[in-house]
């Protein structure tokens, strides 16, 4: 195996929440017994702490308004799903579970902010579910690449599919035997991560950057070196998305 397909450096559960809730344009929020799907209606702060902008007529704002002490306990669920059309998108979930509140001050016609105050905070994967502490999860800091990662890989999927051949190239070539094609699932600062699919099942290949980057710019050159690295192999040849 080469050096490139060594385990690439991992991020700490918390950094990997951090950088879901970067990059998450969607939520779920539980209270009351009843779930609410918001899309483009919360922001996350530099401390991680989720807000909700909504409507002064929703349902979750009355709940909150009705509520004793005006804090209403709620579950604020994250999915984050891989940009690129590969199966089991799904790769990560974020679970914050704590109390909702009022922050600001919004008008019966107008708003109304709500804070989440958090008190619990689980990571899902395909690997396992843990716990987040919420001091490392404020400490922690998004990846830099969490908020271009989906413009990166659709444009690597889209564009350069012959590219991400050449990856495979640095893998073992038993990982390779069956597989119906391969694509980008994932990129961070620490490596690019290729699904490769198989007629029933898939696996992933997670190559390392020669260095750690710190914007995309960066990671499309450490894409190119690992690219310098793949060895020629005539007739390789694997399908493309169809």
């Known amino acids: 195996m080469s050096a490139a397909a060594l385990p690439a450096a991992e991020a700490t559960p918390a950094e990997r929440t951090r950088s879901v809730l970067a990059r998450a ?26 807000r909700l902008r909504l409507p002064a007529d929703s349902l979750p704002a009355a709940h909150v308004a009705c509520a004793p002490r005006g804090a209403l306990a709620a579950l604020v669920e994250f999915t984050d799903v891989a940009p690129v059309a ?36 689980t990571l899902a994967t395909r690997e396992a579910t843990v716990r987040v502490g919420l001091d490392e999860l404020v400490l922690a ?42 694509l ?33 710019a960066q990671a499309g050159e450490q894409i190119r070196l690992l690219l310098t690295a793949t060895r020629p192999c005539p007739g390789h040849h694997l399908p493309t998305r169809p």
């Open 141 to 182: 800091r998004p990846d830099p690449l969490a908020v271009d990662e989906g413009s990166l890989l659709t444009h690597l999927a889209d564009a350069h599919q012959d590219a991400v051949t050449r990856l495979t190239r640095l893998a073992d070539p038993w990982l390779l035997h069956g597989a119906v094609r391969v």
């Open 25 to 50: 344009v969607s939520l779920t929020v539980t209270t009351n017994g009843l779930r609410y799907d918001l899309v483009g209606l919360h922001s996350v702060d530099a401390r991680g702490r989720v």
């Open 184 to 216: 980008p699932v994932a990129v961070d600062r620490h490596g690019i991560t290729l699904r490769c699919e198989y007629a029933r099942n898939q696996r992933d290949l997670r190559l390392a950057f020669p260095s750690p980057v710190h914007d995309a």
């Open 86 to 121: 590969v199966r089991d998108r799904v790769r990560a979930r974020v679970t914050l579970s704590g109390w909702l509140t009022r922050s600001g001050h919004g008008t019966p016609t107008d708003h109304v902010d709500l804070r989440l105050d958090a008190a619990r905070a």
